[in-house]
């Protein structure tokens, strides 16, 4: 007896194929069915967009030319449907239809396969893009898991409740004055969400401790960033998170921490955390302190540009506390 890879690995996936002819339906479900594939059919477009809603499924076989709705017009608003665009679409087209591949591409299709099919060529591209798929899901609930976890940590230190997502605030309204685009924003948003994600590696009775630090308790803190950015490395963030979380400690003049970064050696992203952090941290209660009026911590912010903050930074934010969010 052998193993089967192709059961081993996708036997639990399940497959749409839509497809007019009873006849391709067949063919197409005895080869998934083969090996393990869980196969469910639609006859037109309409009774596909209405499985994808009542059944989980991880691949779509899409027809072109079919009655009612076309293949084109199925793909375009699956892709279109927050819910369904993840699901990848493999479009049957004609031998050499370079056009209908084209059109098929605009629409969003992931992948193409001539018919009349072949069962391995079939069998491989179904593997491959179920394959992409889980693989995309396990990243996202990580994902989603990671960001929980954050704020569930930043729960159980004392008085930074909510700190975490007003500085995801402040950091966007500072992006947006930047003149940085949505896609910049929105990372900023969510790295402001894990900043201290890795105070989770710091002890309680030192994230607890109401009096000032020793130099040792300090050490530890210092070691935050670092901690976050390793917990978010096999997310493999491909954008400005992760230096972002590293060096929101670093200082304009290279007396921060982790890497003791200088001036615009400091990613942009970190420099920008850092003023809004230290903000929304002199504006709160804290185990030690009582917190700053806006006025005290603006004069901080003020005192500090060009030693802990960059100036040019530090202007702009104060600009937006006193317009966008003070007490008139
Ligand atoms: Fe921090």
Known sequence: MAI?????????????????????????????????????AAMNGMD?????????????????????????EVCTRLKDDENTRLIPVIMLTALNALDDKIKGIECG???????????????ARVRSLVNSKKLNESLISARNVIFTLSLAVEAHVPFARGHSE????????????????????ESLKE????????????????????????????????????????????LKFADIKLPAIRHHHEHYDGSGYP????????PISARMMSITDAFDAMISDRPYRKAMSVDD????????????????LVKIFIEIVKNDFAIK
């Not at 059961?7 to 083969?34: G, H, M, P, R, T």
């Open 4 to 40: 089967d890879p192709e059961n081993l690995f996708n036997n639990k996936a399940k497959i749409l194929v839509v497809d007019d002819n009873q006849q391709n339906v067949d063919l197409l479900e005895a080869y998934l069915l083969s090996v393990g594939y869980d196969v469910i």
């Open 166 to 185: 007003r500085v995801s605030i402040y950091c966007e309204k500072l992006a947006t004055k930047l003149g940085y685009d949505k896609k910049f924003s």
């Open 297 to 312: 911590a603006i004069n901080v912010l003020e005192k500090e540009a060009g030693t802990q903050w960059d100036i040019d």
């Open 109 to 123: 299709a992931d992948d193409f396969l001539n018919k009349p099919v072949n069962r391995v060529e079939l069998l």
């Open 259 to 266: 890497d003791g970064l200088k001036g615009s050696d400091i």
């Open 48 to 72: 596909a967009l209405q499985l994808v809603t009542t059944h989980d499924i991880d691949l779509i076989i899409l027809d072109i030319m079919m009655p009612g709705m076309d293949g084109y």
């Open 191 to 234: 790295a402001a969400i894990l900043h201290d994600l890795g105070k989770i590696g710091i002890a309680r009775t030192i994230l607890h401790k109401p009096e000032t630090l020793t130099d040792d308790e300090f050490k530890e803190i210092k070691k935050h960033p670092a901690i976050g950015e390793k917990i978010c490395e096999p």
